[in-house]
């Protein structure tokens, strides 16, 4: 990767007519539309263009352009490159406030509020290439910084993310990591067919748009390749120890600094003293399998998802998977085209859409695009980001008046239940058996909803594939015993079953002042002040912390650009006026966390209907936010000094 500058396009046009024609008829006609207003410096374009509708699906960047509207739309733009080309690739053109917002209307496909404008604007690098950059406010001398040194727990995205704050802003730091690479769940997770499901365009830092990804949505491999690229490009690797485990970490309330306990690879054990700590853990991490009776007893090879044996060979064998959430819907497909049989155990299923471009290649027209033509690749990036996910997602919220009857909390609901219960007619009409076992009886996002592209509907109909919705029984040292008796032979079980998400921080123990542990002081009730503070907890922070799941809207590294320039301007705040230690008030945290459980009980995740991880054993959601982004965004901008107390006032706060 190459450093891009802030039009987001590197390269010359050189290409002549017809290899730009050829080029141009692979790329979305809308995005093309407009690149153009900044070659030609004019909005003709869209103001005597055609009218583009909402997107239909995640990643959909057409429009909903009928074929000739498409067409024409794409032969101006064409015209207006060719223009640019033989003019020398004059600078591209500044549109303005006005301007700018009908473009993304016209983009979006519906009148976008101003007030989204600027989140945008800032997410698409449309004014620099990192608008979330470090920045003090006032000159700090280099010992000040050096008295600050910082810790943070986990090299995936978000330890990354606020390293690279932390660098710009010349704040010693050391990222504490287990594995011996960098990628979080990215290089934990490999099991064959994992990919994101959130398009890569947007699921990816919005100051490295100028990484090619091969797919719309990327594949394991590839994720874990860019992270380790941005380790590289920003000089991140430099600051990581890895092969050591976090077993805890202690306020040392005399010095005003967390004593970090960590035990290496080699079993040695040590203290690191930091000022600050952060974690950067997330939730995915702690695998969870159910302690079916006889599972020990089982001769043949088992391992969790999360737990991957790439020394194990699927191929010719007799597999078992048990769950059917996300990671089934990807790994069937794949492992039904190797193992000799393969058996899904299911508890309950799961909403799935098919999504048409889930499996699409970048086009050779596209990867050309986003480095010949100007902000092609910003305007990408807010496409695929589905930013009207962010207004009132009716879709997922309860309407009293609406009769709970368990199939769905509202117009709106019952509306999505009704065209994917439609999806599954068409994927399963001929397999009715299949259609009754496979599709919901709850309402849609009960659960964490899934995506394909119709491969596990396909997958399942395989004469070597079976689904099973009887209940496991036992476990013996040939297979599987379900609740009717009946045993199937297997020579590896699978367990999709999911992670110990309701268990944060853990095992880890975490005392803050006066000595409690972190999950003593939430008790049921896990959360952060903006989900990143907690009271009695000075100087610690969290990215990915409870209470900042993305229920609705938007994906989890926007959300971690977020919190990491809020963590970095805390540490910030301390720093320039003088504090060894920050923490948030705790009736400013209590507020907080009441307001969001009360937001939270309007949504379908708190109903009792069905199971989800998203609660706890009291019912509680306690993993996702009821927040928009354009809130979150509004409220991580930089932390306000009134929220907390200095080292000399926590006693009172």
Known sequence: MTQYSANQASKPITENDEELERLFEEASPVVLALAAVHMSGSMDIIRNGPKTSLPTYNGDIYGSLSQEDGDALRAKALEIAKAWRDAGHPEPYRPSEDEVHKMLCFLLGFDLPREYQPMIREDMALDAVDARTFEWTREVGEEAKLRHPVAIIGAGMSGMLIGLRLKQAGIPFTILERHDSVGGTWFENRYPGLRVDVPSHSYSFSFVQDYRWSHLYSYQGELLEYFRKCRDRFGIGEHIRYGVTVKGADWNEAERRWDVAIETSDGARETVEARSLVSACGFFNKTHTPDFAGKESFKGIQFHSGEWRDDVSLEGKRVAIIGNAATTLQMVPPVSEIASQLTVYQRSPSWTSVNPDY?????????????????????????????????????????????????????????????????YEKWLGDRPDLLEKLLPKYPPFVKRPTVSHGNF???????????????????????????????????????????????????????GRGGVEINEFWQDRPGG??????????????????????????????????????????????IENGQEALEVREKVYDDYM???????????????????????????VTTNSPWSMLEMWTWLKEPDPDDFVGADDMAEA
């Open 359 to 423: 499996d699409r290649p970048i086009h050779d027209g596209e990867q050309w695009a986003f480095e010949h033509l100007p902000y092609f690749a910003g305007w990408m990036r807010a496409a695929v980001f589905n930013w009207t996910l962010d207004l009132p997602p009716l879709h997922m919220m309860v309407d009293p008046d609406w009769p709970q009857d368990g199939r769905a909390v509202s117009a709106a609901n019952e509306a999505v239940r009704q065209r994917n219960t439609a999806q």
């Open 457 to 511: 509907f396909e997958a399942v109909k395989r004469d070597n594939v079976e689904v099973v919705t009887d209940a496991i029984a036992r476990i013996t040292e040939n297979g599987i015993v379900d609740e009717t008796g009946t045993e199937r032979t297997f020579d590896i079980i699978v367990y999709a079953t999911g992670y110990k998400v309701q268990e944060y921080i853990t095992p880890m123990k975490i005392r």
């Open 529 to 574: 002040y903006l989900g990143c503070v907690v009271p009695h907890f000075p100087n610690f922070y969290m990215m990915y912390g409870p209470g900042t799941n993305l229920g609705y809207n938007g994906n989890l590294i926007f959300n971690s650009e977020l919190q990491a320039r809020y963590i970095a301007y805390c540490i910030r705040l301390s």
């Open 594 to 620: 009441d307001r969001s459980t009360e937001k939270l009980k309007q949504f379908v995740w708190s109903t009792d209907f069905g199971t989800t991880y998203f609660r706890n054993s009291a019912g509680m």
